[in-house]
């Protein structure tokens, strides 16, 4: 099973910032996922981030407000830009090894925008 | 959008008792996952039940899935206080290796 460290744990930042949260694997993995998790929420998909090439986003999401980055096989970031307070979620990274295989998670990202 | 219901949305039991979650979803799927949650923490994940598997075990859990009705359920015995989490199914569709997620159950083992 893969070993994700995801930082930060948590953090308030102001209204019109932006925050980059990190996803650092223990082991290289096909897929890498950032998911959305509102309050008492389930999760949401984000995008796929792409190893070398552009992130590939679900509706509703755009590049300019969560860009991605995805350098090699073993870490990816996500940046939540120019935040509002309905950013306040938790970020989660999540890694697999393709179709038909269990997802793994990170801790995830308590943000909250003030 | 999220591709299942579960029911459901929260769960309140004594220690000893079974618990009994369920999920329906709306498209064909290669395979569905349960994970848990603890206080919005990550995700862990618990039994992966392929589209051609009817049911599986692993220790205190039992999956079921019926393809002809679009649901699985997913069954704790003998419940300890520990098992006090959030619930939620995923579903991996045809379409991709992308998850999606149930709304959840929240569970709570009283002791």
């Known amino acids: 099973s893969a070993v994700i460290s995801q930082k930060p744990s948590r953090d308030i930042c102001q209204r019109g910032t932006s925050l980059t949260i990190q996803c650092q694997v223990d082991?290289?993995?096909?897929?890498m996922f950032w998911y959305r998790q509102q309050p008492g929420q389930s999760l949401t998909l984000i995008a796929t981030?792409?190893?070398?090439?552009?992130?590939?986003?679900e509706s509703g999401f755009v590049i300019d407000k969560f860009p991605i980055s995805r350098p090699n096989l073993t870490f990816s970031t996500l940046t939540v830009s120019n935040m509002s307070p309905e950013d306040s979620s938790i970020y989660l990274c999540?890694?697999?090894?393709?179709?038909?295989?269990?997802?793994?998670f990170g801790q995830g990202t308590r943000l909250t925008v003030v | 959008s999220q591709q299942g219901e579960e029911d459901p949305q929260a769960l309140s039991i004594q220690e000893g008792e079974n618990a009994t979650m369920n999920c329906s979803y709306k498209t064909s799927i290669n395979n569905l996952q349960w994970y848990r949650q603890n206080s919005g923490r990550g995700l862990v994940h618990l039994i992966l039940?392929?589209?051609?598997?009817r049911e599986k075990h692993s220790g205190r859990l039992r999956v079921t899935l019926d393809t002809s009705k679009k649901s699985s359920s997913l069954l704790i015995t003998a419940s300890r206080a520990a098992d006090t989490a959030s619930y939620f199914c995923a579903t991996d569709a045809r379409r991709g290796n992308k998850l999606v997620f149930g709304a959840g159950t929240i569970l709570r083992v009283k002791s």
């Open positions: 082991s290289q993995v096909t897929m």
């Open positions: 039940i392929r589209s051609n598997e």
């Open positions: 981030a792409n190893q070398g090439s552009e992130a590939t986003y």
């Open positions: 999540s890694v697999s090894d393709g179709p038909g295989t269990e997802a793994f």
